[in-house]
């Protein structure tokens, strides 16, 4: 068996025609920080209602953003 010696420029070349190393950059692009606005979260699930549930769940929503 031969084994075939490239460099790094050469395996990026064969990964962007073959598409892997594409598939790989958008994996990385498609995290994004969980930014929701939290009253419209909890309007939408609470209500207004409940004046003290409503407010626990902004200070919920808060929290997990961070």
């Known amino acids: 068996m031969a084994t075939i010696k490239l460099s790094k420029q050469q395996w990026e070349f064969i990964g962007t025609k073959t598409g892997w190393l594409q598939a790989?950059?958008?994996k990385k692009k498609k995290k994004k920080k969980w930014n929701p606005n939290?009253?419209?979260v909890c309007t939408e699930s609470?209500?207004?209602d409940n004046k003290e549930k409503y407010e626990r769940c902004v200070m919920d929503?808060?929290?997990k953003q961070k």
Do not use: I, L, N, T
Request: glycine share 8%.
């Open 46 to 48: 609470v209500g207004r």
């Open 38 to 40: 939290p009253w419209a």
């Open 61 to 63: 929503v808060k929290e």
């Open 24 to 26: 790989e950059a958008k």
